[in-house]
């Protein structure tokens, strides 16, 4: 599993896609498909926090769910850093901040490779 992290439109899709030679079918925007590949392809989920928070929203729970996908699939999980800035007053976006932050934390202890991009260039951190 790959991690790709950094902020908006820093072409984080774009490098995953040139460095893991990854097809556009196999681009996912915000959902975790359930279809099953073979086991040398890569699935991109990109836009992670977007599908944390939809879970969120639907009272789901994401950690159970992306943890069950996680366990069946080769992926590179692309994710909007959205921890930094101002600490927002409504909870629920304190909770999707929080929530997300844990979920990627654990999804980089468990990366073969985590790596951070900032303006189309990636920095392997892990």
């Given at each position: 599993?790959?991690?790709?992290?950094?902020?908006?439109?820093?072409?984080?899709?774009?490098?995953?896609?040139?460095?893991?030679?990854?097809?556009?079918?196999?681009?996912?925007?915000?959902?975790?498909?359930?279809?099953?590949?073979?086991?040398?392809?890569?699935y991109i989920i990109d836009?992670?926090?977007?599908?944390?928070?939809?879970?969120?929203?639907?009272?789901?729970?994401?950690?159970?769910?992306?943890?069950?996908?996680?366990?069946?699939?080769?992926?590179?999980?692309?994710?909007?850093?959205i921890g930094n800035g101002i600490v927002?007053?409504?909870?629920?976006?304190?909770?999707?901040?929080?929530?997300?932050?844990?979920?990627?934390?654990?999804?980089?202890?468990?990366?073969?490779?985590?790596?951070?991009?900032?303006?189309?260039?990636?920095?392997?951190?892990?």
């Open positions: 599993m790959i991690l790709i992290i950094g902020g908006a439109f820093q072409g984080k899709k774009e490098y995953a896609a040139l460095t893991y030679k990854v097809r556009e079918e196999e681009c996912f925007d915000a959902v975790l498909p359930s279809e099953n590949k073979d086991s040398g392809d890569y836009h992670l926090h977007a599908w944390i928070r939809e879970t969120l929203k639907k009272g789901e729970n994401p950690e159970e769910k992306i943890e069950s996908f996680l366990q069946k699939r080769n992926c590179i999980l692309i994710c909007d850093e927002p007053t409504d909870s629920f976006e304190r909770e999707y901040r929080e929530r997300t932050g844990r979920i990627l934390i654990r999804i980089a202890e468990e990366a073969d490779e985590v790596v951070r991009v900032f303006c189309g260039i990636g920095q392997k951190i892990k």
